[in-house]
């Protein structure tokens, strides 16, 4: 992000007299940014070197105790612009950094420091926190206490670290579950931060609490994989997600890492009932659940005698929907993708999400697979799915 540059109040006689003053060395607010720049140089290299002391040298130890359990491959601030505040002073920096063995590239964060300057003229940071409007990073909301699984790095501020080893072996028993049906071609592995409560959950998405009570975990990523991007992240509600069963947790677990698997193939042209729907396809496969049991809003609507007359749309996925209607979009792609793999194979399932990710759009990206790679019409496939719901959430006599 470009910094804004300070707009100058004074003639062009009194610019030219100031010139010869500020030498080669360019204005005090370049000699101040470039001397924070080097204060932040040498921060991150301690950080990196595990050298407490020399980290301690150059500010405040908070972020270095709570970070210490990371493992970092890289971490690095650039200074983008300082504001003096009489003896102190304030930058804003971009923070890229990268966790060893799970990001492909650098993570960035919008990072806010406070410093002050010594009587011998040195600077000081004395806080670092995310920049506003910037979401948080794990290690704003406390230490970070890290579990490595087979499959699996899980982060955690609040749980202890036997609750952490809980959500890696759901996370370990996910990477193969999905790694069967989606193949291989995927970093077969998942990042997941466990935050202290909805609140920090929150925190870390830049979002209001409201938007994800009852959401036990989302996926964060770069749709449309550049192939350059950082390996997503499954953040988890800790609220929700404690009020699930082993079942209900695993199934959990299995979707978001299936979000992380088909990252690369799923775009802007790729609607939400296919993604979120092929998901729970995935998270659902093998736990023995039946459509009714695993679709109860969909069911009561179906046995009430309200049917859905058309596929969800993505709107109807929005966190801020009441949760029956969320819960009933879920559903309904779910039985959409379960329909195609029952009528269809899962073979035709799969190349089927990878050609409507392949479109340029969305606009006749769905259309055009439904024709190329199951043979049907957009208005063929909506009657086959309301009468798949009806026939699956109807009991029979």
């Known amino acids: 992000m470009a910094g804004r540059r300070r707009a100058w109040s ?37 950080l990196l070197h595990h050298d407490e002391t020399a980290y301690g040298a150059t500010g405040a130890r908070t972020e270095y105790t709570r970070l210490r359990a990371l493992p970092l491959a890289s971490w690095r601030y650039r200074v983008t612009e300082v504001h003096r505040t009489g003896s102190g002073a304030t930058a804003d920096a971009d923070l890229s950094y990268r966790v060893a063995g799970y990001d492909r590239a650098p993570v960035d964060a919008r990072r ?26 794990l290690w704003d ?16 501020t609040g749980p202890t670290t036997a609750g952490l080893r809980g959500y890696a072996r759901l996370a370990d028993r996910a990477v193969p579950a999905v790694s069967r049906v989606w193949g291989a071609g995927w970093a077969r592995h998942v990042v997941v931060l466990v935050p202290r409560s909805l609140d920090g959950m929150a925190g870390l998405l830049g979002s209001p609490a409201a938007n994800y009570r009852g959401i036990a975990a989302v996926t964060t990523g770069e749709a449309g994989g550049s192939g350059q991007a950082p390996a997503d992240r499954v953040v988890v509600n800790p609220e929700a997600y404690a009020i699930l069963g082993d079942l209900g947790k695993q199934v959990v677990l299995t979707h978001e890492t299936t979000h992380v698997a088909t990252r690369a193939q799923t775009t ?8 979120e729907g092929f998901a729970d396809w995935i998270g659902y496969l093998g736990t023995g659940r039946t459509p009714t049991e695993a679709a109860p809003e969909l069911t009561r609507t179906v046995q009430d005698g309200h049917a859905p007359t058309a596929l969800p749309t993505d709107k109807d996925f929005g966190f801020t929907s009441a949760p029956a209607e969320l819960a009933r979009a879920y559903e309904g792609g779910w039985l959409a993708c379960r329909m195609i793999a029952e009528r269809w ?21 769905v259309e055009e697979a439904l024709k190329k790679v199951l043979g049907t019409t957009t208005e ?8 798949y719901v009806r026939e699956q959430l109807t009991p029979t006599e």
């Open 141 to 156: 909301q406390g230490a970070v206490t890290a579990v490595k699984g087979a499959h699996s790095l899980v982060l955690g």
């Open 268 to 275: 802007a042209a790729t609607p939400l009932w296919l993604s």
């Open 380 to 387: 063929a496939f909506t009657e086959q799915w309301r009468e």
């Open 345 to 365: 194979g899962t073979a035709r399932l799969d190349a089927f999400y990878r050609a409507v990710g392949a479109h340029q759009q969305r606009a006749g990206a």
């Open 10 to 46: 004074i003639g062009a006689v009194g610019l030219v007299l100031l010139l010869p003053l500020a030498g080669c060395g360019g204005t005090p607010a370049d000699s101040t940014r470039t001397e924070v720049q080097h204060l932040l140089d040498r921060r991150s290299a301690a």
């Open 112 to 137: 806010t420091l406070t410093l002050r300057r010594t009587a011998d003229g040195r600077w000081y940071v004395t806080a670092d926190r995310a920049a506003r409007d910037a979401g948080q990073q």
